[in-house]
T-cell receptor
Framework: DAGVIQSPRHEVTEMGQEVTLRCKPI?????LFWYRQTMMRGLELLIY????????DSGMPEDRFSAKMPNASFSTLKIQPSEPRDSAVYFC?????????????FGPGTRLTVL | KNEVEQSPQNLTAQEGEFITINCSYS?????LHWLQQHPGGGIVSLFM???GKKKHGRLIATINIQEKHSSLHITASHPRDSAVYIC???????????FGTGTRLTIIP
């Protein structure tokens, strides 16, 4: 299996622009997680889905952030409009069970820089 | 006070030394995870445990549920073990992970 796939790996954009990050989970996994990592705050959960349904979005910073999972093999995280404070590494992870806290497999991350 | 605390924040040791990284948490959990983040940024899950002890190669993870404490041990440390080690916990009824701030380990040849 190719593991969790994220694209793009690097994104540089200007303040105010829309940014879309993409994730393909491991085939057969039914939970998907979006995380953000910054030097100041470390790793934080933004949102997670189970069977394509958002379960917990309490970590989504504000209305500028939105996430979708239209099917079991694809998810997007969108920031509109982007701000410099959104600069971070965004990780997607997937796992194969719900309510058992199964091992999460992380993608390589997308490094976002907002100028 | 953070729900998950790790110590030490930074650790430098000589190759071959026995390494211990500690994690304490303040809430009830269903599982505790140890993750490794390589210098290049990739994150790998090392262990998930809810009781007792697990071993994988030179890595050993233990957890004491009553004391709300876990340790990650590395035997015969090697420079390739240099990484940030992150403790995370998941609560009952959901998979949401709450992370510690990480321990940066540097092994000197």
């Amino acid at each position: 299996d190719a593991g969790v796939i994220q694209s793009p790996r690097h994104e540089v954009t200007e303040m105010g622009q829309e940014v879309t990050l993409r994730c393909k989970p491991i085939s057969g996994h039914n939970s998907l997680f979006w995380y953000r990592q910054t030097m100041m705050r470390g790793l934080e959960l933004l949102i997670y889905f189970n069977n394509n349904v958002p379960i917990d979005d309490s970590g989504m910073p504000e209305d500028r952030f939105s996430a979708k999972m239209p099917n079991a093999s694809f998810s997007t995280l969108k920031i509109q409009p982007s701000e410099p404070r959104d600069s971070a590494v965004y990780f997607c992870a997937s796992s194969s069970a719900f309510l058992r806290g199964d091992t999460q497999y992380f993608g390589p991350g997308t490094r976002l820089t907002v100028l | 006070k953070n729900e998950v605390e790790q110590s030490p924040q930074n650790l430098t040791a000589q190759e071959g030394e026995f390494i211990t990284i500690n994690c304490s948490y303040s809430v009830g959990i269903s599982a505790l995870h140890w993750l490794q983040q390589h210098p290049g940024g990739g994150i790998v899950s090392l262990f998930m445990l809810s009781s007792g002890k697990k071993k994988h190669g030179r890595l050993i993870a233990t957890i004491n549920i009553q004391e709300k404490h876990s340790s990650l041990h590395i035997t015969a440390s090697h420079p390739r073990d240099s990484a940030v080690y992150i403790c995370a916990v998941s609560g009952f009824g959901n998979e949401k992970l709450t992370f510690g701030t990480g321990t940066r380990l540097t092994i000197i040849p």
